[in-house]
């Protein structure tokens, strides 16, 4: 007996050597986008997201990044607002040790189950766009989930609803990049970038995110 | 005019107003001969006394004075955190943290006996971040040249460590909120034979873990090279790229892609496809490392490599050759990111004329900045 429990001990130690880790490929992947040139730094999205997840001083799901420079007369100011891009194929989701982190394959969202969470912070590490969250008094870590509640009942993220100049939405990220998605957050004659001046590279994970860059904020032709 | 006042009808007594003063300091000095107030200067108490007066005056105490929630917690880290000892040896130091201290009494709090009163704190902080009143000063210490270029090029971990010591603290719960317990979780790549030891943060995985310091040479400025700590616009505003990076202390793409990035078995020739699938055909218990098969000095293919000051270069040569899994864990084994490190493309003897277009644009050098001293 004890030799049978032996070997499937040692059966199931073999099974697990040397495992490979493969990206889940959604059927669709939502994404946000924001102008940054009508963005008016209001801030109202940050707000609602840590009211609508009840978050104490410290963790931002959504921080809206206020970039100014330039010498006079040409100066220029414009903001940059980003949470979790739900990337395609995300950095910290394969960090997880515990898969507290997954992505759906029904809308490409990645979740944190933070009860699953022990506080490594592998994942806040990993991720190139500052996204995982760690609250200090739980030891765990947090991120955006997209509102996953509000768009499984048909509705916007708080962040979208709570955006005064609509200047922020989100949708399939395809249709946003490819501008045929109807949204008051791209103007007319405008059209969307993968990446901002400062942003880390979207090579890196293929973040779920567009922006309408400033001029001084384009990095792309 | 008629009064029901008893003694309405007699002459009022008028007295004077001096009286009045006169009677209040008198009474004032009785009470203060009676109940002297206690001073600072009353004669010391025996230690014993002493430390009685203390807790009984603790224990009546109302709360203590009210603190930003930063000033707490650097004052939370300061208890943490040990003089640093003087520096003994220039090299880098992580195995050489100092050690835990016992925490001191809190700050906060008021020494047990006036003579401990008298005797100067210790200092946990750098004077550089310390506010006029000798309290570490949480925007100092966010705007402390340190942290910015050019000074953090130059920093050392000493240095970092001073106000940073609990990066280096085991912090990782037992278990999650919802009770699975570390010791019982394993991620795909902590499967590989290099990976071993509980479960741990990623600053001691990469600092001060048995695998770290054998093949590591880390510094805390590796990583952290200066990036923006916050969200906003460069002081002062500047149109040209500051080196920040939107949201993240840290650029991925010049570090941890560098150990995290993807196998890139496409540009391999001979190679049929990942090497999880492709390595059996390589190894063999004569060779167990089949990257060495055609990575060694007779096969010729990039044999300078890891000659950075953050590698032990002869230590990871010598551990490939016992272990299959050394060279593959920071080749893929662990990838977080969808694309691969452009490493510098040292020549090697019989290198073909030919850059194949992969290998377009790559430096033929590594960073000057992580050079090895040349003998």
């Given amino acids: 007996m004890e030799e049978e429990k032996k070997a499937r001990v040692q059966v199931a130690v073999a099974a697990r050597k040397r495992e490979g880790y493969t990206p889940v490929v959604p059927d669709t992947q939502l994404g946000f986008v924001h102008n940054n040139v009508d963005c008016i730094g209001c801030r109202a999205c940050e707000i609602a997201c840590k009211d609508k997840n009840g978050l104490p001083p410290g963790p931002r799901f959504r921080r809206v990044m206020y970039v100014e420079g330039g010498r006079y007369p040409e100066v220029f100011a414009y903001k940059v607002n980003m949470s979790c891009n739900h990337c395609a194929e995300p950095a910290c989701l394969p960090t997880c040790p515990t898969g507290a982190i997954f992505k759906r394959t029904k809308d490409g969202i990645v979740d944190i189950d933070s009860s699953l969470c022990i506080g490594c912070r592998r994942c806040e590490a990993a991720c190139p766009f500052g996204a995982p969250q760690f609250d200090p008094i739980s030891n765990t870590v947090m991120k955006c989930n997209l509102c996953v509640d509000e768009i499984d009942a048909g509705r916007k993220p708080y962040c979208v609803m709570g955006c005064m100049m609509r200047v922020l939405d989100v949708g399939p990220i395809d249709k946003i990049r490819d501008g045929s998605y109807a949204t008051k957050a791209v103007g007319p004659g405008e059209r969307v970038v993968r990446q901002v001046r400062n942003m880390a590279d979207p090579e890196l994970t293929n973040p779920s995110v567009a922006f309408v860059a400033h001029p001084k904020g384009r990095v792309e032709g | 005019?008629?009064?029901?006042?008893?003694?309405?009808?007699?002459?009022?007594?008028?007295?004077?107003?001096?009286?009045?003063?006169?009677?209040?300091?008198?009474?004032?000095?009785?009470?203060?001969?009676?109940?002297?107030?206690?001073?600072?200067?009353?004669?010391?108490?025996?230690?014993?006394?002493?430390?009685?007066?203390?807790?009984?005056?603790?224990?009546?105490?109302?709360?203590?004075?009210?603190?930003?929630?930063?000033?707490?917690?650097?004052?939370?880290?300061?208890?943490?955190?040990?003089?640093?000892?003087?520096?003994?040896?220039?090299?880098?130091?992580?195995?050489?943290?100092?050690?835990?201290?016992?925490?001191?009494?809190?700050?906060?709090?008021?020494?047990?006996?006036?003579?401990?009163?008298?005797?100067?704190?210790?200092?946990?902080?750098?004077?550089?971040?310390?506010?006029?009143?000798?309290?570490?000063?949480?925007?100092?210490?966010?705007?402390?040249?340190?942290?910015?270029?050019?000074?953090?090029?130059?920093?050392?971990?000493?240095?970092?460590?001073?106000?940073?010591?609990?990066?280096?603290?085991?912090?990782?719960?037992?278990?999650?909120?919802?009770?699975?317990?570390?010791?019982?979780?394993?991620?795909?790549?902590?499967?590989?034979?290099?990976?071993?030891?509980?479960?741990?943060?990623?600053?001691?995985?990469?600092?001060?873990?048995?695998?770290?310091?054998?093949?590591?040479?880390?510094?805390?400025?590796?990583?952290?090279?200066?990036?923006?700590?916050?969200?906003?616009?460069?002081?002062?505003?500047?149109?040209?790229?500051?080196?920040?990076?939107?949201?993240?202390?840290?650029?991925?793409?010049?570090?941890?892609?560098?150990?995290?990035?993807?196998?890139?078995?496409?540009?391999?020739?001979?190679?049929?496809?990942?090497?999880?699938?492709?390595?059996?055909?390589?190894?063999?218990?004569?060779?167990?490392?089949?990257?060495?098969?055609?990575?060694?000095?007779?096969?010729?293919?990039?044999?300078?490599?890891?000659?950075?000051?953050?590698?032990?270069?002869?230590?990871?040569?010598?551990?490939?050759?016992?272990n299959a899994d050394t060279c593959y864990g920071c080749h893929g084994g662990r990838a977080w990111y969808r694309i691969s490190f452009p490493y510098p493309r040292h020549p090697w003897p019989g290198m073909p004329e030919d850059t194949p277009d992969w290998a377009k644009g790559r430096p033929t050098s590594s960073d000057p900045r992580y050079a090895l001293p040349k003998n």
């Fill in chain 2, 1 to 322: 005019m008629t009064s029901n006042h008893p003694k309405s009808d007699q002459p009022a007594k008028a007295i004077h107003p001096v009286a009045y003063f006169l009677g209040f300091f008198l009474v004032f000095g009785l009470v203060q001969l009676a109940f002297p107030a206690k001073k600072a200067d009353q004669p010391v108490k025996a230690p014993a006394q002493a430390a009685a007066t203390a807790e009984s005056a603790q224990a009546a105490r109302p709360a203590p004075t009210p603190v930003s929630p930063t000033a707490q917690l650097l004052l939370e880290a300061a208890r943490a955190v040990p003089p640093t000892p003087p520096k003994p040896d220039p090299q880098p130091l992580v195995a050489k943290a100092p050690a835990p201290a016992p925490v001191p009494a809190p700050a906060a709090q008021p020494a047990p006996a006036p003579e401990a009163a008298k005797a100067p704190p210790a200092p946990a902080f750098p004077k550089a971040v310390l506010s006029a009143s000798g309290e570490p000063d949480y925007g100092k210490a966010l705007w402390n040249p340190l942290h910015f270029k050019p000074a953090i090029d130059t920093a050392t971990n000493d240095q970092c460590l001073a106000c940073h010591q609990e990066v280096l603290e085991p912090s990782v719960r037992a278990a999650s909120p919802a009770g699975v317990k570390s010791a019982d979780t394993l991620a795909w790549y902590q499967t590989l034979d290099t990976y071993i030891g509980a479960q741990d943060s990623f600053h001691r995985r990469h600092l001060s873990t048995p695998m770290a310091e054998r093949l590591m040479n880390l510094q805390c400025n590796f990583c952290h090279q200066g990036s923006n700590p916050r969200e906003e616009a460069p002081v002062p505003p500047t149109a040209t790229n500051a080196g920040y990076t939107l949201r993240k202390q840290v650029n991925p793409e010049t570090t941890c892609l560098a150990c995290h990035g993807q196998f890139p078995w496409q540009n391999m020739e001979g190679l049929p496809g990942p090497w999880h699938e492709a390595r059996e055909s390589f190894e063999s218990a004569d060779a167990p490392n089949g990257c060495l098969s055609c990575h060694n000095p007779e096969g010729g293919f990039r044999t300078e490599r890891h000659k950075v000051s953050y590698l032990k270069a002869e230590a990871i040569e010598q551990a490939a050759t016992e």
